[in-house]
Each structure stands twice: as C-alpha cells, then as structure tokens.
C-alpha cells in the first residue's frame, strides 16, 4: 500500500477506535488496552459510519453494544517515583567521527569532551543496584560519543556490575551503542563473554554511510566499521549484534540496506527517522517521511513473505510492532526516560536519558546529591501521554507513547502521519500473519 | 453483528456470550482468594497428572495411579519448596506450608509441560517419597502453534468448579489470611483484661489453626462473634 494511502487511512478520525483491512478480513482496534479485535462486514460498515460522523458519544454507545467497552487501562495518573532499573553511561562525550545530525553535536553535547572517570561509573552502579531484590533484572548501557574511546571504564564498570549481581542474585544486562571504528578482536570477546547487546550506527552499504558518518578528515568510515564489526559478527552466539540505521533525505532506499546487513549477518537492523538535529541538517520533511514510510512498508512486505516461509528475516522494526501489537502493549510514555531508565553523564549528572546529557530540559539531578525527586515527579507528570497534543485525540497514542520527548521538546510532532500509517500497516500485518502463520507469535520473544 | 478477539489484550478481556460483565476479571470483586465472583485456588487441583490436591493444600484427595500418595501432603515439585523456614525463639527450626498459589506460581511459570520429581510425606513420619509428575500448563494451548492462549485450561477447572466453594467465601479466607485481611471488626486480640504489667485475652489468630471443615460446621462457636455487646456463645 502507497504511502498516501495509508495516511488517509491511518487519518485519526476517533480516540476511542481505528478500523484496518488487511486484506480480505476486517478489524477493529480498540485503543484502550490496544485490543484488536476482527468483525464481520456489517459491523465495520456501522463503525465506519458512526467514526464518520465524528460523535464520540455514538462511538462509546456502538463500542459498548459490541461489548468492547473496559475501564481506562491507562488513567492520568503518572508514575510515581517508580524504580530505577537501567541506566546508561555516557563514558565518552567525545568522538572521532563527524557525523552530519548528531544529536550530541559531535558527541560532546555542546560543551567541552569529557571522559567518564570510573569512580563515576561506580558510583553509577550504586544507583543502579541501589534497591534492586534478588531476582530482579537490571540493564547497564554504554553511549557516548564514542564509548569505545574510553574502553578501560567500560571494561571495569561490567566486571563490576557482574560481581554486585552475582553478590546480590540480580541478572545485568549489558548494551554498547558504538560507531564501529574502535572495535578490536579483544572487544568481540569481552562482549560475548558479558552477553552485550552491541549497536552499530550504520547509515547504507558504502556510499551513503560514508556520505552521512564521515572520519572527521572527512574521509568515509563505512570499510573501516565492518572490517572491525565481522569479528563481532561471527563471534555472536550470547552477544548480539544490531545494525542502527538513521534515516535522513540522503540514505532513504532502506530495503538496499536492509538487505545488504542482513546478508552481514546481523541479529536485527532498524531504522529511526531523523527528525532533530542540532543544526537542522538531514531532517525529515513530510515528502521524504512519505518516501521512508514506502521504504518501511517495502521491507515489511518482504519481512511477511520471509516469515510466511518460515525463513528468519530480523528488519526489527517489523518485529518490534507486531509483538507489541500482539500483546496489545499500552503504554502512557514512549519510553523509560526519566522512569525506569535514566542517562549518566560523563561528570555525573543524571538525565532523563542518554540524549539529554548536558541539556537543562532533562535534567534530574547527579549522583552526588541523588535523584532530584521533584524534577522527576514533574517530567512525568507533564510527559504522559493525556497530557499531549494533539496525541488525546489520536488511536495509537497507547502505541506511540507520544513519540521521542528530545525530537518532540525541540520540534514538535512532525512525524504523526509517518508514524501512524507504519503502525496502521503493521496492525494489517499482524493480523494476516495471525491467519497465516500464527506459529510466528508463539516464538519466545 | 460478530466480533472475534485477535490479539493477547482482546482475549483477556473476552466476555462469553450470556456471562454478566463481573465475569471479566477487571470488573471482579475478588482476590487470588475466593472472592465473590470465583474461588481461584480450584485450578490447582488437578495441575499435577495422575493425582488429586485439595483446593487450599497440598494434600492429596485422590491418586488412582499412585496409591502411595492418597491422604499425604505436597512437599516439593522439582526445586520448589512448598515449605518455608519460619524460625521463632521457641521454634528455631521452624517451618511451615507457604500460602498454596504464591508456591505454585513458580513451579506454572517454570515446570509447566514438564515430568518433574514431586517429594511427598510418607507413612513413615521420619520418610518422604518421591514420584515423577507432569506439570500441567495453566493455559489452553494453541492447536496451531502449541503456546498459551489467554484461557484457563478445562483440564484445571471445569465449568462450575471455580465457582463450588463459593457457598462460605468468608469462612475461606479468613483460614487462608489469618489476621492481614480482616478489616477492623475483627481485632486481633478481644476480651482483653488489663491487670498490672500484663494484659489477658483471646488472641483470635488461634483460630486459623482450625480446618476448613471445623469452621465451616462451627464458625459461631469457634469464631465468638460479640453480637449485642456480648460474646455470642455466651
């Protein structure tokens, strides 16, 4: 389906229900508790005609006829003080390479390059196993910059963080978000010793990584990164090996690139929309969100077809949707930030996450004097999702959450008839592969 | 008008066609203990293949297949212990049955599917046996992919069986809550008579020592309900 018609028909036209065709069958989605339901024909013409209408007290009188109706599973209430259980370090605000959008503007978030002393990261990891009971799970994560240029506080916090796990009977998981062009064959074993799960920012095959993830000589990184990432890559069996793509006006044939790191061998490629960066350049307009969305639906058609034929296909973002679709996932916030998962700078100032080191919007206080309890309760007060626009009027808003609060505090919602047509195919997705192969849904996640 | 459930949310909030709206759990005044729509404790009955637990214990009502095991107590299933340590000055090696769903949960979430080893009581009072069982899984299984759907299996709690001890709901949770569910009305400690240094009285959490069966054939005289003032066996 064109992109122009999956906005029509992912067009919000009622908070309280969304109609899908997926082909021969007819659903229903019911946002409150995200409940998909299929009906029969007679059904959805009488649906499709009371969400015309655009009466929402027609809309709750048909939805309780059918039976649909349920108390709000998401109510304003936000979350209060809940337990921090993922943290990520900024170990190094510095980085070697001069990306064109970096939303940490060249990895020092605007200010001096710093470098994480590791009685900083250890007295993160006080923060993060502060409260944490035997059995629970913990996740320790390692950005930048470039974390790899500070390879001996990554080495030290993990050893660490294992040791207080394994005291306490808590499971740490470790995660690294790296440029590719300091990984060693050394770093390949230490990851899959500690089972990290490793992000690569790739941004194409060749050409349009080099154009978009320059060394800062402006030569082309793209050789360099896989040359040091197949070690990685045929080392992974506990470690995980993910390729991250950011999409701008210049790197939009996706389905090219899904293709050629899938081949690479690996475990999941992903692509997020750049809508911010600091200068403004490589941003998404609605005529390149209309050409991403194409390339989206593009992959995912071939993602359906791979897992029709029982055949492993990781485009993640495809994978990610249709789980949450399948346990109807009905969320008030887009993310952690700020709740269950803050950032840690360099210095040790505590963020609502990794992408607001250094900015005063996000800031909740530093390790010294602890969690900023006000600012805290505050940021998730005013961050739930009954508190955006136009996201109260909108059907996938318990989906969406309300989109990433960094693009959103700095520009706004440009990306809603992006995001809601992806969302609206993938329900038409979820829905067929239910038909087709529901044995793909009883796979662990 | 027809309308299915596709998704895990759309299932859990599946309502039977003539089922009141209190049938859906949301909308349920109840606990994991009776309550007033269902008993869940039911479902444990028949999660072990070949044999029969009683609803609140670990005590076997029936076993056709393994004779042995008729009228002993559960003490384990695989790993998991349905005892705890519960250590007193006077009884420093204590121990005592945990409450029956919170010991069971782990063993659904873990063992499910599986033969595990079950440890038993034993004539013997000193001995235990041990019997290899089948955990049944909570959830109906896909026919299609063979992993849980959001329905309780048949198997674990036929139509009308969460729903049979509903005729003394108060008397069941007061045996399985002892004194952390009652509201005000029932104190823990009445008829108290001050003297000097010391306090006399009936501690009415004795009374959780009492069967089942006991409070349910006796709950006025076990109970001692103050009806006008004064105590009602009175």
Redesign the interface.
């Known amino acids: 389906m064109a992109a122009s018609d999956l906005f029509e028909r992912s067009a919000p036209l009622s908070p309280d229900a969304h109609l899908v065709d997926s082909g021969g069958r007819l659903?229903?989605l019911?946002p409150n508790?995200?409940?998909?339901?299929?009906?029969?024909a007679?059904?959805h013409a009488?649906l499709e005609r009371v969400l015309g209408r655009g009466d929402g007290t027609a809309v709750a009188q048909l939805l309780t006829r059918?039976?649909?109706d349920?108390?709000d599973?998401v109510d304003d209430e936000p979350l209060l003080a809940p337990p921090v259980r993922a943290l990520s370090l900024a170990v190094a605000q510095k980085c070697n390479l001069g990306c064109t959008y970096c939303y940490a503007d060249g990895g020092s978030f605007g200010g001096r390059a710093a470098s994480m002393q590791l009685d900083v990261a250890l007295a993160s990891l006080e923060l993060l196993f502060g409260d944490v009971g035997a059995g629970e799970r913990v996740n320790l994560t390692f950005l930048g910059g470039e974390p790899l240029l500070n390879r001996p506080v990554i080495r030290a916090a993990t050893i660490r963080a294992r040791e207080i796990a394994g005291e306490r009977d808590v499971r740490v998981s470790f995660s690294i978000t790296t440029n590719g062009t300091q990984l060693t064959e050394d770093d390949a074993d230490f990851f899959e010793q500690h089972g990290f799960a490793v992000t690569v920012s790739l941004d194409g095959a060749g050409a349009a990584h080099d154009r978009q993830r320059p060394f800062r000589s402006g030569r082309g990184s793209y050789d360099r990164v896989i040359e040091r990432v197949m070690p990685l890559l045929e080392r992974q069996r506990r470690m995980q090996v993910s390729a991250r793509v950011t999409v701008t006006p210049q790197n939009l044939g996706l389905r090219e690139t899904l293709d050629a790191f899938v081949a690479l061998g690996f475990h999941s490629v992903g692509f997020s929309p750049l809508l911010r960066s600091p200068a403004g350049a490589g941003e998404l307009g609605p005529q390149e969100l209309a050409e991403m969305l194409d390339g989206m639906v593009g992959c995912g058609e071939e993602f359906e077809r791979r897992v029709v034929a029982g055949e492993r296909y990781p485009f993640a973002n495809a994978v990610n949707a249709l789980r949450e679709?399948?346990?109807?996932t009905?969320r008030p916030y887009p993310c952690g930030a700020g709740a269950g998962y803050l950032g840690v700078s360099a210095t040790g100032e505590l963020a609502a996450c990794h992408r607001f080191v250094g900015d005063e919007e996000g800031a909740l206080g530093n390790l010294t004097d602890g969690l900023d309890g006000e600012r805290r309760a505050s940021w998730l007060h005013e961050r739930h999702v009954h508190r955006q626009e136009p996201c109260r009027s909108c059907w996938a808003r318990y989906m969406c959450g309300g989109g990433c609060h960094h693009e959103v505090i700095a520009r706004g919602r440009p990306a809603c008839d992006y995001i809601r047509g992806w969302l609206h195919w993938s329900l038409g997705a979820?829905?067929r592969l239910?038909r087709e192969r529901?044995?793909y849904?009883?796979a662990p996640p | 008008?027809?309308?299915?459930?596709?998704?895990?949310?759309?299932q859990l909030?599946y309502?039977a066609a003539g089922n009141p709206p209190s049938t859906?759990p949301?909308?349920a005044v109840s606990n994991a203990f009776p309550g007033l729509e269902f008993d869940f404790r039911n479902i444990w009955r028949r999660l072990l293949e070949g044999i029969e637990l009683h609803e609140a214990r670990g005590f076997v009502v029936s076993a056709p297949d393994h004779p042995s095991l008729a009228g002993q107590f559960l003490l384990a299933v695989g790993e998991h212990s349905m005892l705890m340590d519960v250590r007193s000055p006077g009884e420093p090696d204590g121990q005592t049955f945990m409450e029956w769903s919170n010991a069971l949960a782990d063993v659904v979430a873990d063992n499910a599917g599986q033969l595990v080893a079950c440890t038993f009581t034993a004539d013997d009072p000193d001995g235990t046996q041990v019997v290899e069982l089948r955990v049944r899984p909570l959830f109906v299984l896909?026919e299609?992919?063979?992993?849980p759907t959001a329905l309780i299996d048949e198997i674990l709690a036929q139509p009308g069986e969460l729903t049979q001890s509903l005729c003394s709901p108060w008397q069941n949770d007061y045996v399985e809550c002892a004194c952390y569910y009652w509201a005000a009305s029932r104190p823990d400690f009445v008829n108290v008579q001050a003297t000097a240094g010391a306090s006399a009285g009936e501690e009415w959490l004795e009374v959780t020592s009492e069967t089942y069966e006991q409070l349910f054939r006796g709950w006025q005289r076990t109970l001692r309900f103050i009806v006008g003032g004064r105590d009602g066996g009175q």
């Open positions: 659903h229903l019911v508790g995200n409940r998909l339901y299929d009906v029969d007679a059904t009488e059918l039976g649909v349920a108390p599973y679709i399948h346990r109807g009905h979820y829905a239910m529901p044995d849904f009883a | 008008m027809t309308i299915e459930p596709t998704n895990l949310t759309a909030h309502r859906l949301d909308a896909s299609a992919t063979q992993s």
